[in-house]
């Protein structure tokens, strides 16, 4: 069965430092990718996807994913955390169907 | 318009009540969902209606009911909930047609309290 493992339930940075959130799918089949975010009592907004077009993916507020078949992972990074930056993220693939599979989430904090 | 809205944001019902949940989309998404989010996890799937049609029901307890009067609504009526139903409910949606655009487009979603 298809699954979605985020590596680290917390991850603190420091305001300005890099920013890396591990993401790692199994599946026979590269699937869609996905990484969202979530505020605290908000939905979830999409930040960047892969759809096999391109291994580096470019998202919205400066975060950037690299797909890496060998590896099976996706992970989410940012050059320099903001503080708006904390939030909870999660990563998500989809293989066909409608059937989006969610990692566990993994919640940033940055520290001024 | 590319936003789906939600209401109402907050609902407080009590274990006999009668209460709808309603989602809105105008972006042409033929496929709508509903989604279950307790407390420092992930979403989880509960409806999938594709082109109106229910396609995926993730054996959620008939205390639920989804509807999907028209291409943009959806809706979800609650009938004698549990505490235990107490949770954020998030409404989302996707384009059906391949092209790659196959991410989903969540609202803000309703925050339920079952007393």
């Known amino acids: 069965a298809q699954s979605v493992t985020q590596l680290g339930s917390h991850v603190s940075v420091s305001e300005g430092a890099l920013v890396l959130l591990r993401c790692n799918y199994s599946?026979?089949?590269?699937?869609?990718l996905f990484w969202y975010v979530q505020y605290p009592n908000q939905g979830l907004q999409l930040l960047l996807k892969?759809?096999?077009?391109?291994?580096l993916v470019k998202g919205i507020n400066g975060f950037e994913a690299e797909f890496k078949k060998s590896e099976t992972s996706f992970h989410l990074t940012k050059p320099s955390a903001h503080m708006s930056d904390a939030a909870e993220y999660f990563c998500?693939?989809?293989?066909?169907?409608?059937?989006?599979?969610f990692g566990a989430g993994t919640r940033l904090f940055v520290k001024a | 318009d590319t936003e789906v809205t939600q209401t109402p944001k907050h609902l407080v019902m009590g274990m006999t009540n009668k209460k709808s949940l309603k989602c809105e989309q105008h972006?042409?998404?033929?496929?709508m969902y509903w989604y279950k989010q307790k407390a420092k996890k992930p979403p989880e799937l509960m409806f999938v209606?594709?082109?109106?049609?229910?396609?995926i029901n993730e054996s959620v307890p008939s205390r639920f009911s989804p509807e999907c009067p028209n291409s943009s609504l959806l809706n979800l009526h609650l009938h004698a909930l549990q505490p235990e139903d107490s949770a954020l409910y998030l409404c989302?949606?996707?384009?059906?047609?391949?092209?790659?655009?196959?991410?989903?487009?969540f609202g803000p979603g309703t925050r339920l309290t079952v007393l």
């Open positions: 209606y594709s082109y109106e049609k229910l396609s």
């Open positions: 989302a949606s996707s384009l059906q047609g391949g092209g790659g655009k196959v991410e989903q487009f």
């Open positions: 599946s026979s089949v590269p699937p869609y």
């Open positions: 998500a693939a989809l293989t066909g169907g409608f059937k989006t599979i």
């Open positions: 972006m042409g998404h033929r496929a």
């Open positions: 892969y759809t096999s077009a391109a291994t």
